[in-house]
């Protein structure tokens, strides 16, 4: 399984970026996906579930600013955010929802992550 976010970086307050999430291995056609982040000493939070419905349930502090969508003609998934606030600044990751549990690690795995880094 693969999972890679990309597209982050260095952002002004109000400003508008776009991650990019690659994923393979798996059946994720058939799985509810997720992005994710995690500020620096605080817990990894759910920002958006993207449901097979095509229905898309946000966290309350990115609703409104936050757009996710998936292909799973190329899976692939994006993540619009607008209106950029400092509050925003994490490691970005999707995954699926819940998060894949590796037994053989005994750890969920996560793929890599990408910076959004929103100054003020």
């Known amino acids: 399984v693969q999972l890679q976010a990309s597209g982050g970086g260095l952002v002004q307050t109000g400003g508008s970026l776009t991650l990019s999430c690659a994923f393979s291995g798996a059946a994720f056609d058939s799985l509810q996906m997720g992005w994710y982040r995690q500020a620096s000493g605080k817990q990894r939070d759910l920002v958006a579930t993207?449901?097979?419905?095509?229905?898309?349930v946000y966290a309350d502090s990115v609703k409104g600013r936050f757009t996710a969508s998936r292909d799973d003609a190329k899976n692939t998934a994006r993540l619009q955010m607008n209106s950029l606030k400092p509050e925003d600044t994490a490691v970005y990751y999707c995954?699926?929802?819940?998060?894949?549990?590796?037994?053989?690690?005994?750890?969920?795995?996560w793929g890599r992550g990408t910076l959004v880094t929103v100054s003020s």
């Open positions: 995954n699926t929802v819940p998060a894949i549990y590796s037994d053989y690690r005994g750890a969920y795995y």
């Open positions: 993207m449901n097979l419905d095509g229905s898309t």
